[in-house]
């Protein structure tokens, strides 16, 4: 019953999360703005305004190094003996080194739930007690699979940053239309958001799409 109960409540919260990103879809692209928020404790840049405050996943895709040791017994003893020892070391060492060569590639790291600051200049990060600023000028790419509540921005310099949640939808749609103006309302990243809300026109206007047969 409780997970009945938990899987509801998420079910609940994706929806309206989704719900969320199509109005402002709607409203973006109808020709609106964002809402800024009232002030807070936060000390910004100049002319910078806050949009929205929420908590959401976050990860960097990176590589790193990772140390390992390497066995190197002195076997003594018959040759079997040795042989099998040798080959025992060979072994080992081959698979601390693949160990480290999965650990080293690059992939996504340093997940966790934080809360992210949306403004007109970036998006603010706190991760671990750390407030990482992700300026919007810096990105060069912003791709999304919102039907997975994901979306992530490339950058100039440092590393790509996924964003993903019940909020990441209506992040995506705020951001892109913060960095590339109207047009981003355009972008292949956000055309499931842009069907549904053709879709939920038609359905009020009572529209009846043309038989492609």
């Known amino acids: 019953m409780n997970r009945r109960k938990e899987s ?35 000390r910004l840049g100049q002319d910078e305004t806050i949009f929205s405050d929420t908590v959401l996943g976050y990860a960097r895709f990176y590589g790193t190094s990772v140390q390992y040791r390497e066995s190197n017994h002195f076997w003594f003893g018959s040759t079997g003996f040795v042989l099998a020892g040798m080959a025992g070391d060979a072994i080992a060492n081959s698979s601390a080194r693949s160990r480290a060569q999965a650990m080293a590639a690059a992939q996504w790291r340093d997940q966790a739930q934080v809360r992210m600051i949306l403004s ?12 990482l600023s992700f300026w919007h000028n810096g990105v060069v790419e912003l791709t999304a699979d919102l039907t997975q509540w994901s979306f992530i921005l490339r950058y100039q310099e ?35 958001i842009s069907a549904a809300v053709a879709q ?3 359905a009020i206007t009572g529209e009846v799409l043309p038989d492609q047969s």
């Not at 109005?23 to 936060?42: D, F, I, Q, S, W």
């Not at 007109?120 to 407030?131: E, H, K, S």
């Not at 939808?169 to 355009?186: C, D, K, S």
């Open 158 to 192: 440092g590393n790509p940053l996924m964003l993903h949640g019940p909020a990441a939808p209506w992040y995506a749609v705020a951001v892109a239309w913060l960095i590339f103006g109207p047009q981003g309302m355009q972008l292949p990243a956000l055309a499931p």
């Open 120 to 131: 007109n200049q970036r998006l603010l990060g706190d991760y671990q007690g750390n407030l």
């Open 8 to 42: 509801a409540a998420l079910e609940a919260v994706l929806s309206d999360g989704w719900s969320s990103a199509c109005r402002l879809y709607e409203h973006l692209a109808g020709g609106g703005r964002l809402v800024a928020l009232p002030p807070t404790g936060m």
């Open 200 to 202: 939920r026109s038609r």
